[in-house]
């Protein structure tokens, strides 16, 4: 079975410019979690998703950030006139619901460089 | 020994050895606990989980125990390997709630 899969792996931009992350969750899962991390430090919670809805963004930037999951396709993390300090790793998860006792299964990130 | 860096605690331990680390978790509702490990370049990777009608659960290696009196976690490591050199973090949840990562011990794993 393959896993969580992000596209790209890495992910090179000039300031101003808009980047697409990609988050294919495993075969089955149905929510997906976005999270950002930076260098030594843990990970921030940003969106939570299922197919064509948004559950929880309490963790998503106010501006410049927006996420989605069609009924078809992987699901996108948006970033509108990237600035440095949107350098970073993004990870995404996915999980088959959200009862108690279902782990979360992690890709392997998409790390951002603003230039 | 264990030494607090610029940002992510360090616990350093011969090839070989037990590691402990540990967690203080802060909702006295979270009922579901995971360890995740994450190597450099990769993504957290699930090593065991444990629910809050328990007090100890073993893996292959890996023992996680939960003392719910003081919102502690801890995740011991039998006989210490150099593959187990990584940063791992402990998460809580409760029904319904989006998971709340720990900021991360980096376990080093020494010849």
């Known amino acids: 079975n393959a896993g969580v899969m992000q596209n790209p792996r890495h992910l090179v931009r000039r300031r101003g410019q808009e980047a697409r992350l990609r988050c294919s969750p495993m075969?089955?899962?149905?929510?997906v979690y976005w999270y950002r991390q930076l260098p030594e430090e843990g990970l921030k919670f940003m969106v939570y998703l299922q197919k064509e809805n948004i559950i929880d963004e309490s963790g998503m930037p106010k501006e410049r950030f927006s996420a989605e999951f069609p009924k078809e396709g992987p699901s996108i993390l948006r970033i509108q006139q990237v600035v440095r300090g949107d350098s970073a790793a993004y990870f995404c998860a996915s999980s088959p619901r959200t009862d108690v006792g279902q782990p979360q299964h992690f890709g392997d990130g998409t790390r951002l460089s603003i230039l | 020994g264990e030494s607090v860096g610029l940002h992510l605690p360090t616990l350093s331990v011969q090839e070989g050895d037990n590691s402990i680390i540990n967690c203080a978790y802060s909702?006295?509702?979270?009922?579901?606990f995971i360890w995740y490990k994450q190597e450099s370049g990769k993504g957290p990777q699930f090593i065991i989980d444990i629910r809050s009608n328990m007090d100890k659960r073993q893996g292959q290696r890996v023992t996680v125990l939960l003392n719910k009196t003081v919102k502690h976690l801890s995740l011991q490591i039998a006989a210490t390997q150099p593959g187990d050199s990584a940063v791992y973090f402990c998460a809580e949840t409760s029904y319904g709630q989006n998971f709340v990562f720990g900021p991360g011990t980096r376990l080093s794993v020494l010849p």
């Open positions: 909702n006295s509702a979270s009922d579901y």
């Open positions: 075969k089955g899962h149905s929510h």
